[in-house]
């Protein structure tokens, strides 16, 4: 296998298994409005391919070019406050449906962090579909778990950080995670909120609701009579 150096980031849908953790009609819209809005953030990160949903993340990447300025630290931050946006659209849209059960209605409690880290990846196919691997890969994952104190942040890896330190406008918070199966290692992070200051959350139009309304329960349907299954909460790390 050849390798290549990548720029790795995974969004995370923050607390998301107390969201799936509901009756049957919720599961079934819970399931169709994360995917929704998993839609709508892949598609605000132009220029990364998907390399696979993992239950309540997108795990992305992006070969490093250098002359491409979207695989920096300050092309990864456009990334995410793009994604971040998109998703906080989304979000309010299911949230602001008229569906009255919890998988519509408390989707306004989700939450967006993003981990992102550079390194060297290869390509392998196992039963016809190609993943990317390597322990840069085995990095930026276990970087999830972590002991940021704000639900909503960009995770710099120590590797990436070191690019660009002067890329990351605002406060810049250093934590020391050890890693399971790598060791103590540093990272960098920052509040979304200060990249991307989200303007007051304004109601839907009608027609907007009743269309999101329509989605979640006409596409909930096939869970509620078990010809889908729900994704797993949480793929192993």
Sequence with gaps: MTSERAALLIADIGGYTEYMSTHRMSLAHAEVNTARILDKMIAAARGYDLVEIEGDAAFLSRRVDTRD????????????????????LERE????????CGGCKEAGNLKLKFV???????????????????IDVIHVHRLLKNSVPIPEYVLLSEELYSTDPSALPGPVHEIS?????????RAYFVDVGDLDPLPPA?????????GST????????????????????????
């Design 69 to 88: 300025a979207d695989a920096t630290i300050a092309g990864i931050l456009r990334t995410a406050v793009a994604m971040h946006q998109a998703f906080h």
């Design 177 to 185: 995670p050890d890693l399971e199966g790598i060791g103590p290692v």
């Design 202 to 210: 304004r109601r839907p139009p009608w027609r907007a609701r009743l």
């Design 116 to 134: 992102a880290h550079v390194g060297d990846v290869a390509t392998q196919t196992i039963r016809g579909r190609m993943k990317l691997v390597g």
């Design 214 to 237: 329509f989605a979640a329960v006409g596409q909930g349907l096939p869970y509620m009579l078990g010809l889908k299954q729900a994704r797993k909460v949480r793929y192993a790390r």
């Design 93 to 100: 849209y299911v949230a602001k449906n008229l569906c009255p």
